[in-house]
């Protein structure tokens, strides 16, 4: 997940301060995210940011 939002924040034109305040996420945050700090940030964070960069999740469990 955490790359997935990488990759697509990424293709973003713009600073990661701007592209960052763009979508309303703190730029430390964003930082996190692009540099795949996974200790520093929670699934439910991760989850709103891809709210706020307009994508779903969809998750979907199998068996073992």
Do not use: K
């Not at 990424?10 to 930082?31: C, D, K, L, S």
């Not at 699934?43 to 994508?55: E, F, K, M, P, Q």
Request: proline letters at 3%.
């Amino acid at each position: 997940l955490m790359q997935q939002i990488a990759s697509i924040v990424e293709t973003a034109r713009g600073t990661q301060a701007e592209v960052a305040h763009r979508y309303g996420i703190a730029q430390p945050r964003m930082n996190d995210v692009l540099h795949g700090l996974v200790s520093r940030i929670s699934l439910d964070a991760l989850v709103n940011i891809v709210t706020a960069i307009s994508r779903r999740v969809h998750v979907e469990l199998e068996p073992a």
